[in-house]
């Protein structure tokens, strides 16, 4: 397993765990399964993103310099045409995931969302993007393509 492919494990695997934290109760409250601290109002929201988000970076760093430590020759190594490739059928993956979302989250004001729900939608957007930009790089890296 190359160190790009590892890497893209670590922030899948921390960003489904980040995500599951917060959108479970998040939903869970919307849907009448959960209570949210606060009724979900909009403090405990933005404290809760801001949280997970520091949160998701400071392992996502660890674990990437942990990777690094163990495998010093391949964290130098320069990224080669397979690398760049893959990173950038991820990104194609994700902008359409992203822009998907984002239309769907503004289809939803008009059916009775208000704007605390539209920023957890649109958060939720983007989190998807992101896993599947990164689930796109991991399944091309075990393809072996």
């Not at 760093?61 to 495998?71: H, K, M, N």
């Not at 190594?77 to 822009?99: I, M, N």
């Not at 769907?104 to 957007?125: E, P, R, T, Y």
């Amino acid at each position: 397993m190359s160190f790009r492919e590892k890497l893209a494990w670590t922030q899948l695997l921390v960003l489904l765990a980040f995500g599951a934290a917060y959108f479970g109760p998040v939903f869970g409250s919307y849907l009448g399964w959960a209570a949210v601290p606060g009724g979900g109002q909009f403090m405990w929201m933005v404290a809760c993103i801001i949280g997970l988000i520091v949160g998701q970076v400071v392992l996502a760093v660890a674990l990437a310099i942990v990777t690094a430590i163990r495998t010093p020759a391949e964290a130098r190594s320069p990224k080669d045409e397979r690398d760049r490739q893959v990173g950038l059928l991820g990104t194609r993956t994700g902008f359409y995931v992203l822009v998907t979302g984002i239309i769907c989250a503004m289809l939803s004001l008009h059916h009775g969302a208000d704007k605390v729900m539209l920023v957890n939608f649109i958060f939720f957007a983007l989190l998807l993007a992101e896993l599947s930009r990164l689930g796109t790089q991991v399944f091309m890296y075990r393809r072996g393509w």
